[in-house]
């Protein structure tokens, strides 16, 4: 069971990127829980996730320019991010949990994308 993340990369100030994360192998159920990111000498900290009842969550930072939705047939949760800044600039991290095989995997993250904001 794997998470794969995709869809970083360079884009300038204002621009926008849209994360992928999908979950490979025998799947049979999958649970996205969020998007978190990091930079060097910091904490991973949450971006944006999926509350109780299914309500979304955002940090104070990206609320109004990202978006998290999923879409559990493809077993893939997805960041839309747009009016990019140029402290957005990290490496971002999915978070879900999986079932495969009979067997439930508890947060699972994916390897990180990185996305880089110039100014």
């Known amino acids: 069971v794997q998470l794969q993340a995709s869809g970083g990369g360079l884009v300038q100030a204002g621009g926008s990127l849209r994360l992928s994360c999908v979950a490979s192998?025998?799947?049979?159920?999958?649970?996205?829980k969020g998007w978190y990111r990091q930079v060097p000498g910091k904490e991973r900290e949450l971006v944006a996730g999926?509350?109780?009842?299914?309500?979304?969550k955002y940090a104070d930072s990206v609320k109004g320019r990202f978006t998290i939705s999923t879409d559990n047939a493809k077993n893939t949760v997805y960041l839309q991010m747009n009016s990019l800044k140029p402290e957005d600039t990290a490496v971002y991290y999915c978070?879900?949990?999986?079932?495969?095989?009979?067997?439930?995997?508890?947060?699972?993250w994916g390897q990180g994308t990185l996305v880089t904001v110039s100014s």
């Open positions: 192998g025998s799947i049979f159920g999958f649970d996205a």
């Open positions: 978070l879900a949990d999986i079932k495969s095989s009979g067997t439930y995997y508890y947060n699972v």
């Open positions: 999926f509350a109780s009842g299914g309500s979304t």
